[in-house]
């Protein structure tokens, strides 16, 4: 069938070459923090692709300095202040995590730039992950008073021991994109201007793989994503909408947006 993504648009921009599908986050000015629209455009892209029967490989990647911020701070505000938004947006990236995880597609994730938070779950979900050297993944949700439910909770234990999982998410430091590498969340490190002609060449190769072999081999794998899910994202995502209403996350939230007022005043 056909398929069209214009109006994911202009927050998720797809284009369309050939077989490949390549999909970018587009508020490079907000370093592709993910906005109310955009958290919604890529909640909406994941089934799109399994119905675009002329699609074979995803790319996916960010405008800009930046792959994906994580959560735009001025939402988390009022994700803060209002009970049914942080409901709702708690179900709605637990069903992302399920969709991306289900997505028949190989997805080459570009990482361009620092990956952080849901930004960084982004990434690892993807089927081949390459990387900027000078750049970095984390998952700071603990440091924003947050519970890290929507992501490293689910996967890094599959990637890395449990005792490295714990550290990245419990003290939320930055994983330099060799250490990604070294770690297993991460396929290549290389320079920047190599980034898209890597994931590029990556994803080429595997839309030209036989499409059935392909895609059942990447679902059996993924089986055990979608065990640890099934285990830790009904428990992660309550915590994580229980913990959006505590004080801490609007001192974090105020005091970011204060200074980035500043900066730019």
């Not at 405008?63 to 049914?84: I, P, S, V, W, Y």
Request: hydrophobic fraction near 50%; charge should be negative; aromatic fraction near 4%.
């Amino acid at each position: 069938m056909t398929v069209t993504y214009d109006d994911l648009a202009p927050e998720l921009l797809v284009k369309c070459e050939g077989n490949l599908r390549i999909v970018t986050m587009n508020r490079p000015e907000h370093f592709n923090a993910i906005s109310d629209k955009l958290h919604d455009a890529i909640c909406a892209l994941w089934e799109r692709l399994d119905d675009d029967d002329e699609a074979a490989a995803v790319v996916l990647t960010g405008a800009g300095k930046a792959f994906c911020a994580g959560g735009d701070m001025e939402l988390l505000l009022e994700t803060h202040r209002n009970q049914k938004v942080a409901r709702r947006r708690c179900r709605e990236a637990e069903r992302l995590a399920r969709a991306y995880i289900n997505c028949e597609l190989p997805i080459v994730a570009a990482v361009n730039g620092p990956a952080v938070g849901l930004g960084c779950s982004l990434a690892v979900f993807a089927d081949f992950v390459v990387m900027n050297d000078d750049t970095f993944m984390a998952d700071p949700h603990v440091n924003v008073g947050v519970v890290a439910g929507d992501g490293g909770t689910v996967v890094w234990p599959l990637m890395m021991s449990l005792l490295q999982a714990k550290e990245y998410l419990l003290l939320g430091d930055r994983i330099p994109a060799d250490d990604c590498v070294r770690l297993g969340i991460a396929n290549r490190a290389v320079p920047a201007a190599e980034v898209m002609p890597m994931a590029l060449d990556i994803a080429q190769r595997l839309a030209a793989k036989p499409r059935q072999a392909l895609r059942d081999t990447k679902r059996a794998l993924n089986l055990q994503l979608q065990q640890a899910a099934d285990l830790v994202l009904p428990f992660a995502m309550a915590a994580e909408e229980a913990t959006f209403a505590l004080d801490d996350v609007r001192k974090v939230a105020e005091s970011f947006l204060a200074k980035e007022m500043n900066s730019t005043s």
